[in-house]
């Protein structure tokens, strides 16, 4: 086999996409000192892997357990914590890149996965996240898992596609409340319906019913979490860090601009500057060709900025990683 045809197949790419992944995301893994919110999830992991009666005991703090859960159980084979815990994320970073290269091959070309696949591994953001004891990576490898059973199931409804929808949106939901952004979105998928099939009504109401379906599934896995006592402090914890919709309503716009100059100087720093400006050539160039499969995909990066934007009271950089990464 000549090695243009090895490389065309990808037969050489993937194995040095995953050994590029892996040393990008562990040489020197503890060089990042540990900080607060990393501690915290490493004490949680450790009372969860050991007292079975706490195994919820982040709800305690109004964060979802999914994180913490998996922290436990790679703390249970590996001695110590921090790194147990921080390879949640590197594993999580690695599911992403499959997603990523799964999802892109599905809406585009092979040729432009493998991109977006080194672009993943490069990118700061993700590198400096995927090696942090943090829900964020989590969050975003199921946030594009998500999307990837979404659009299989909007161009080829299955009953498949909606229990793979509704369990990667719901274990979203139960790593953390931005998890929700994906189930809001659902619906839109239909920009992909292909409404020149000759049975399109029937296969339009067949995908209506997977929907609803996922949006269920989703919604019990999420409900869950209600069996611990302590489910209700989810919504209070998240007031903390948003404001209310009659505040909202009030006053719109009184986070709206610095929240949203900040969100872009994070994400142009993050991503780098020259592929942000690249970006922002890539929307120009695909909303003039009314390319619906782009405009899909830029719904889950405007509407949790705007989201963020209009409502946060409290913002982060990681907060915008689950939509930048995409």
């Known amino acids: 086999m000549k090695?243009?045809?090895?490389?065309?197949?990808?037969?050489?790419?993937?194995?040095?996409?995953?050994?590029?992944?892996?040393l990008t995301r562990t040489i020197n893994f503890k060089i990042i000192p540990i900080f607060t919110d990393e501690a915290i999830y490493t004490y949680w992991a450790q009372i969860a892997l050991n007292d079975p009666v706490n195994?919820?005991?982040?709800?305690?703090?109004?964060?979802?357990?999914?994180?913490?859960?998996?922290?436990?159980?790679?703390?249970?084979?590996?001695?110590?914590?921090?790194?147990?815990?921080?390879?949640?994320?590197?594993?999580?970073?690695?599911?992403?890149?499959?997603?990523?290269?799964?999802?892109?091959?599905?809406?585009?070309?092979?040729?432009?996965?493998?991109?977006?696949?080194?672009?993943?591994?490069?990118?700061?953001?993700?590198?400096?996240?995927?090696?942090?004891?943090?829900?964020?990576?989590?969050?975003?490898?199921?946030?594009?898992?998500?999307?990837?059973?979404t659009v299989k199931m909007a161009r080829d409804p299955?009953?498949?596609?909606?229990?793979?929808?509704?369990?990667?949106?719901?274990?979203?939901?139960?790593?953390?409340?931005?998890?929700?952004?994906?189930?809001?979105?659902?619906p839109f998928s239909i920009l992909?319906?292909?409404?020149?099939?000759?049975?399109?009504?029937?296969?339009?109401?067949?995908?209506?019913?997977f929907v609803s379906i996922a949006v269920v599934l989703a919604s019990v896995i999420y409900n869950s979490l209600r069996v611990s006592g302590y489910f209700y402090i989810i919504e209070r914890k998240n007031y903390e860090f948003i404001r209310t919709s009659q505040d909202v309503i009030n006053d719109p716009f009184i986070h709206f601009f610095s929240n949203s100059q900040a969100l872009i100087g994070w994400i142009s720093t993050y991503l780098g500057i020259p592929l942000?400006?690249?970006?922002?050539?890539?929307?120009?160039?695909?909303?003039?060709?009314?390319?619906?499969?782009?405009?899909?995909?830029?719904?889950?990066?405007l509407v949790p900025f705007l989201a963020e934007a209009t409502f946060n009271k409290v913002l982060y950089p990681r907060f915008a990683l689950f939509f930048a990464a995409n």
Do not use: C
């Open 3 to 22: 090695l243009k045809n090895i490389i065309k197949k990808g037969t050489l790419i993937w194995p040095f996409l995953i050994i590029f992944y892996f």
């Open 192 to 209: 992909l319906f292909n409404f020149r099939r000759k049975n399109n009504v029937q296969v339009l109401v067949k995908w209506f019913g």
């Open 55 to 149: 195994r919820f005991i982040s709800l305690e703090d109004g964060k979802q357990p999914l994180f913490i859960w998996l922290a436990a159980i790679f703390q249970h084979f590996i001695k110590d914590p921090l790194i147990a815990t921080r390879l949640v994320s590197v594993f999580s970073g690695f599911g992403s890149l499959i997603g990523i290269y799964l999802l892109t091959k599905e809406l585009f070309e092979k040729r432009a996965a493998l991109v977006a696949s080194f672009l993943y591994i490069i990118i700061p953001f993700t590198l400096l996240y995927d090696r942090m004891a943090l829900f964020d990576s989590l969050l975003t490898m199921l946030g594009i898992y998500a999307v990837l059973f």
């Open 158 to 186: 299955k009953l498949e596609s909606a229990l793979l929808t509704g369990t990667a949106i719901g274990l979203a939901k139960i790593t953390k409340s931005s998890g929700n952004f994906f189930q809001y979105l659902l």
């Open 276 to 301: 942000f400006i690249i970006y922002i050539a890539s929307i120009a160039y695909f909303l003039k060709k009314k390319n619906l499969k782009f405009i899909y995909l830029q719904l889950f990066i």
